[in-house]
Each structure stands twice: as structure tokens, then as C-alpha cells.
């Protein structure tokens, strides 16, 4: 029954994470606001927000193994499963902000991150005020000095979506994404707990898997549709998204404590190693592109981590 319940979960995560960015979407366009603001903002934010559920839920429920490795394992989900897949379907782009500003973005969220839990075993209140001040700052900045995106014509559709649907869709992405959190993090810590492994392990490979699917489904779609250059900002902008907003207001409601030391001496280390990986692999062979070979290396590091977890 708690594998059930933790696949009910799991399933309505997919379901409201895709109805809560639809109408993320079709609210900003309602709004006139640029598609540019929608990609790096509002659909970022919408996408992280299964996330935040599960690992605000955790938190107060005094899992904090599960709320620091969610987004831990989301974290390095989205550079090896999700960027490693996308890739092998079809070619990613990387533009000059990848090199300027938004790899190395990351790389300070992600080293800021591990500075604050080595220091003192914990992220406190302070510390996550700190995360989510430098993730409002650097969206400021961002929408300043980034250059213009070219129109999706793919969400030019929603543009007439009327109210009553909007509303209808938040609703639903909102009562799913709760109750989607809950049974996950319920289930998984039964199932944890029958097969032998720790809260962290499922919460950094299942949970994971589980809250990083709207990334997934996003990214494969477009390759699909054969649209435009997928950018990889969006990518590690939600990776800065989990690290900012999901760590940062959880840690600002209650501070989360490191409870199994592996999540600092192993599972920290391969999201710092997925992270700084990026740069030379849109280096190598295909310069500023990440193609299938790119891809099925992201994609063997990803399972040679699965594998390392549950060992």
C-alpha cells in the first residue's frame, strides 16, 4: 500500500507540475508580460515548486535528510537525466550568458549551498534568507542584462485561454502538487524503511526523479515539436531556482539539520561535480552545442550515481 501511495505521489507531482506551468504561462500572457520573463521566472519558479512541497513538507515533519537531498537529487537529475536525455534526442544550444553569468551563478548557489551546511552541520533561518536574497537578486539582474529570447510560438496558444480556465488549472496543479508532496514523502519513508536504505538515498534518487519529471517533460517536448534552441540557462536556472527559493524559504520556516553525514562527504560532492562538468562539456568536440555524445555521458554519470547511492 505505501508504494502505492508513493507512486500516487509521484504521479500527481507530473500531473499539477504540468498544470500549474500552463497556467503560469497563460496568466503572464494575460499579463503581457514578455515571453522572455515567462521562460526565466515564472515557468523556473512553477517547476520548482514540487520541490518546495515535498521538501517543505519534509522539513516540518522532521525529515530533514529528505528535504536537503530532494533537492539535492533534483539538482543533479536535471544536468545528467534531464540535460542527458534532452541531448540525446536533439541538439542544445548554449549561449554566451551560459558563460558569463549563468554557469558560474550556479557554481557560486551550489558552493554557498555546501559552505553553509559544512560550517555548522545545518542551514539555518539566516543562511536561507541569504540564498533567497541572492536568488531574488540574481533574476533582477538577469532580466536586465539578458538579451532578448526569440517568441515560442508553441505557448502563443494560451494566449487565449480565458480566466475560468486559469483559475481551474491553478486550482488543480495546486490540490494535486500538495497532496502529490504528501504521499511521496509518506510512502518513500515507509518503503525506505522495508527495503533497508536510508531517507536519504530514496529522497536523492526517487523523490528526485519524481519532482524534476516537469523539467523532463518540458525539455523532451520541445525537442519533440522540433522548436527553436533549448537553452541550457533555463535548465541551471532551475537548479538556482531549488537551491534559492526550495532550500531557502524552507530553511526560512524551519532550519534543516544534517542528520546522515553522507549527504555532505558523497551526495553534495557529485551535484558540485554534475554542476562544473557543464563547462567543459559545452567546450569539447561541438563547440557551444551538447549533442547525443554529451548526452549519453550525462546519462551513464547519472546511473553510475544511482548505483553508487543504493551501494
Keep these: 500500500m505505501d508504494i502505492v501511495l508513493m507512486l500516487l505521489g509521484f504521479g500527481l507531482l507530473v500531473i499539477g507540475g504540468e498544470f500549474l506551468v500552463r497556467a503560469s504561462v497563460a496568466l503572464s500572457l494575460k499579463l503581457n508580460v514578455s515571453k522572455m520573463v515567462i521562460g526565466l521566472t515564472v515557468v523556473s519558479f512553477a517547476t520548482s515548486l514540487p520541490e518546495l512541497l515535498v521538501s517543505l513538507n519534509a522539513a516540518l515533519n522532521g525529515l530533514p535528510s529528505i528535504a536537503i537531498n530532494n533537492v539535492v537529487g533534483s539538482n543533479i537529475a536535471n544536468i545528467g537525466m534531464v540535460l542527458g536525455i534532452t541531448a540525446l534526442i536533439g541538439t542544445i544550444y548554449i549561449d554566451k550568458s551560459f558563460y558569463k553569468f549563468n554557469w558560474p551563478a550556479l557554481i557560486i548557489f551550489s558552493l554557498a549551498f555546501y559552505y553553509f ?145 553522507e549527504i555532505l562527504s558523497r551526495d553534495i560532492i557529485w551535484m558540485l561535480v554534475f554542476a562544473g562538468l557543464l563547462l567543459p562539456l559545452a567546450l569539447v568536440l561541438k563547440r557551444h552545442q551538447i549533442k547525443k555524445t554529451e548526452g549519453l555521458l550525462l546519462v551513464f554519470l547519472y546511473g553510475v550515481f544511482i548505483y553508487v547511492a543504493f551501494s
Design 117 to 261: 551546511l559544512s560550517n555548522d552541520n545545518q542551514l539555518d533561518a539566516v543562511e536561507g534568507a541569504v540564498l533567497f536574497i541572492s536568488l531574488i537578486l540574481f533574476v533582477i539582474y538577469l532580466l536586465k542584462k539578458s538579451e532578448a529570447i526569440e517568441d515560442d510560438e508553441s505557448i502563443d496558444d494560451l494566449t487565449s485561454t480565458s480566466n475560468f480556465k486559469i483559475i481551474i488549472w491553478l486550482i488543480i496543479g495546486g490540490v494535486t502538487l500538495y497532496f502529490g508532496a504528501k504521499w511521496l514523502v509518506d510512502g518513500a519513508v515507509v518503503v525506505a524503511q522495508a527495503i533497508g536504505v536510508s531517507e536519504a538515498v530514496i529522497s536523492v534518487s526517487i523523490i528526485a526523479v519524481g519532482t524534476s519529471i516537469p523539467e523532463l517533460a518540458a525539455s523532451v517536448i520541445a525537442v519533440l515539436r522540433k522548436e527553436k534552441a533549448i537553452s541550457l540557462g533555463n535548465l541551471i536556472g532551475s537548479n538556482i531556482f531549488n537551491i534559492g527559493s526550495v532550500l531557502g524559504l524552507t530553511a526560512m520556516i524551519k532550519p534543516i539539520s544534517v542528520e546522515d553525514p
